[in-house]
């Protein structure tokens, strides 16, 4: 029986699951989109923001991120809780939701089939 904790769990998974995919497709157009050179621009032109990130000093520019200690990052995330601190859903959840969506072979989510992939999904997720 389906009940209102199987739609709400749904939900939380698949529609944040969509947005993470959004952002991290415009993430990707952005950063690899080759800007028209302009002699004009103080900023690089002529290539992509990913490029002159990468290339900085043959754009004259420089580096000036700081250096972060990722096992520092990792040990304060596991004392706050881990990776279930920023999930919607339990990973047990998550895992079945990949595979029972992986199983529908709908390829893509987008928002004009997110309702038909939520009403697919449902019954096979109790």
């Known amino acids: 029986m389906l009940t209102h904790t199987h739609s709400s769990e749904l939900v939380q998974w698949l529609w944040?699951?969509?947005?993470?995919?959004?952002?991290?497709?415009?993430?990707e157009r952005l950063n690899n989109h080759v800007v028209r050179f302009d002699k004009e621009k103080k900023m690089p032109s002529g290539t992509s923001p990913?490029?002159?990130?990468?290339?900085h000093e043959e754009f004259g520019g420089e580096n000036c991120l700081q250096a972060v200690d990722v096992t520092v990052v990792q040990e304060l995330m596991k004392d706050l809780g881990g990776e279930e601190l920023i999930q919607f859903v339990?990973?047990?959840y998550a895992a079945r939701a990949r595979v029972v969506f992986a199983s529908?072979?709908?390829g893509k989510l987008s928002f004009s089939n997110i309702w038909e992939v939520f009403r697919a999904m449902l019954p096979l997720m109790s």
């Open 50 to 55: 990913a490029i002159a990130y990468q290339l």
């Open 90 to 92: 339990p990973p047990e």
């Open 104 to 106: 529908l072979e709908i």
């Open 16 to 27: 944040p699951t969509l947005i993470q995919q959004e952002l991290d497709e415009l993430r």
